[in-house]
């Protein structure tokens, strides 16, 4: 027996209906029955980093990563709407894929990842 993904992630906020709003508007994320979405994207990642990490920001205990196709459309979408993108050529490899970086209306942070494609064969 193992576990087969993530089922959901869960977190407060201070207005959830807005915040959901926010994240079905520029993320398409839990625009389902019970703020559910499907996806067939592939394995996720569950790591717990030091405490002193800079992968995380030093105020918030967690980073949601969303796997992405199409990085570049999106960054552009989300910037059209005002929210602040952050992008680092550094994150970047063509093993991992690349990453950009938002946070959500309450200060969540939220990373952006589109893997690396890997050759055909």
């Known amino acids: 027996?193992?576990?087969?993904?993530?089922?959901?992630?869960?977190?407060?906020?201070?207005?959830?209906?807005?915040?959901?709003?926010?994240?079905?508007?520029?993320?398409?994320?839990?625009?389902?029955?019970?703020?559910?979405?499907?996806?067939?994207?592939?394995?996720?990642?569950?790591?717990?980093?030091?405490?002193?990490?800079?992968?995380?920001?030093?105020?918030r205990p967690w980073m949601l990563n969303l796997r992405v196709e199409g990085l570049d459309a999106l960054v552009a979408s989300l910037t059209a709407a005002g929210v602040d993108v952050v992008t680092d050529p550094a994150w970047d490899g063509p093993e991992v894929g690349r990453f950009a970086r938002i946070h959500d209306p309450e200060g969540n942070p939220v990373e952006l990842w589109e893997p690396a494609t890997t050759p055909e064969g």
Request: charged share 10%; net charge negative; aromatic share 16%.
């Open 1 to 59: 027996m193992t576990v087969t993904g993530i089922g959901g992630f869960f977190f407060r906020a201070q207005d959830p209906a807005a915040l959901s709003a926010w994240y079905a508007r520029h993320l398409g994320v839990g625009t389902g029955e019970y703020g559910t979405w499907e996806t067939s994207a592939g394995p996720s990642v569950f790591a717990a980093f030091p405490a002193g990490s800079d992968q995380l920001p030093a105020d």
